[in-house]
T-cell receptor, first 113, second 112 residues
Framework: DVKVTQSSRYLVKRTGEKVFLECVQDMDHENMFWYRQDPGLGLRLIYFSYDVKMKEKGDIPEGYSVSREKKERFSLILESASTNQTSMYLC????????????FGSGTRLTVV | QQQVKQSPQSLIVQKGGISIINCAYENTAFDYFPWYQQFPGKGPALLIAIRPDVSEKKEGRFTISFNKSAKQFSLHIMDSQPGDSATYFCAAIIQGAQKLVFGQGTRLTINP
């Protein structure tokens, strides 16, 4: 089975801190995604990457950046954390081609105080 | 045109009943429609999926019904069990695209 591993289940950070959320997948998938999940708002795409060093903005990229230096790793960076970035963050990966299925990680619940 | 609209936002069903969650879309270029199930504290997991060339797909107690002309699809959970209590997301994707478009999610509670 494909595994998508997010490095932290829970994080508490202070306002203004730089925060790194790490995601690693083990099945050589081309595509990787970062979503945030908030009650009543569903899954909102922050950024995605379809290849190493390639990235595209999703629906809500403001306040975030990403890094993909290796195929298996996709990092989400909060340059200066704010309280409105308190959320559940989900990483997902997907193979290219006709296989459309996403595999999600278990999520990182980030609290910014 | 890229939206997928999901309803209801929350649903309570008695054990043994049928749970029905509906989704509607506008973009006729969508050609793959998956449903994801998410338990508390976990990421969503693929439950069942359908392509628009069939009107129904069944896997155990879970069935997707697809109405191409109405641009609607729905998830039916037969004989609903407390273990089915979760959040369900419908989604859609265009062939060749990289990202899924998700519905807003439905929180399903099955009362014992």
């Amino acid at each position: 089975d494909v595994k998508v591993t997010q490095s932290s289940r829970y994080l508490v950070k202070r306002t203004g801190e730089k925060v790194f959320l790490e995601c690693v997948q083990d099945m050589d998938h081309e595509n990787m995604f970062w979503y945030r999940q908030d009650p009543g708002l569903g899954l909102r795409l922050i950024y995605f990457s379809y290849d190493v060093k390639m990235k595209e903005k999703g629906d809500i990229p403001e306040g975030y950046s990403v890094s993909r230096e290796k195929k298996e790793r996709f990092s989400l960076i909060l340059e200066s954390a704010s309280t409105n970035q308190t959320s559940m963050y989900l990483c997902a990966s997907r193979a290219g081609g006709a296989d459309y299925g996403y595999t999600f990680g278990s999520g990182t619940r980030l609290t910014v105080v | 045109q890229q939206q997928v609209k999901q309803s209801p936002q929350s649903l309570i069903v008695q054990k043994g009943g049928i749970s029905i969650i509906n989704c509607a879309y506008e973009n006729t270029a969508f050609d793959y429609f998956p449903w994801y199930q998410q338990f508390p504290g976990k990421g969503p997991a693929l439950l069942i999926a359908i392509r628009p060339d069939v009107s129904e797909k069944k896997e155990g107690r879970f069935t997707i019904s697809f109405n191409k002309s109405a641009k609607q699809f729905s998830l039916h959970i037969m004989d609903s069990q407390p273990g089915d209590s979760a959040t369900y997301f419908c989604a859609a994707i265009i062939q060749g695209a990289q990202k899924l478009v998700f519905g807003q999610g439905t929180r399903l509670t099955i009362n014992p």
